[in-house]
């Protein structure tokens, strides 16, 4: 069975699941950044607690608004719906913290995923280094 673990600070498992999806598979050299030292990291391991998906999140300067990203699921776990695993359990994660939005720059050819996802564009398209990007936004209906 799988599982999740977070992380107040950026864990090597993380490192080298983004380091092999994002910088070797995609040509990404800028991955690290000022983020990784807010955001909470989100690891999923499978049931022999092997790393085979990431991505972190914070808060979006404003109390209720959330920020996701760095979604990365190694290659050979691909196709398994775990990138839909690590999005709910964010999203389970920031609404305990009383968030009302959650925010994502998707890749522009993952935009399809994220609106299956529930996730609407709410901005142009810009580019993060060689790759198109656009701001997507899921907000949360929080009435009981």
């Not at 955001?39 to 998906?53: D, R």
Request: hydrophobic share 40%; net charge positive.
């Amino acid at each position: 069975m799988e599982y999740f673990r977070t992380y107040c600070s950026l864990p090597k498992d993380a490192i080298f699941i983004r380091k092999s999806v994002f910088m070797e598979e995609q040509g990404f050299t800028e991955e690290f950044d000022e983020k990784d030292s807010v955001a909470k990291h989100v690891v999923l391991y499978s049931s022999e607690n092997i790393p085979m998906a990431t991505c972190r999140y914070f808060q979006n300067g404003e109390n209720k608004s959330y920020v996701v990203g760095r979604i990365a699921v190694l290659k050979e776990f691909r196709r398994k719906h775990y990138g839909a695993f690590m999005l709910s359990e964010v999203e389970r994660q920031v609404k305990i913290a009383g968030a009302e939005e959650l925010r994502l720059a998707a890749q522009v050819q993952a935009t399809g995923f994220y609106i299956k996802m529930g996730f609407s564009i709410v901005g142009k398209e810009f580019f993060e280094e060689h790759c198109p990007h656009i701001w997507m936004c899921k907000k949360f209906n929080l009435q009981k």
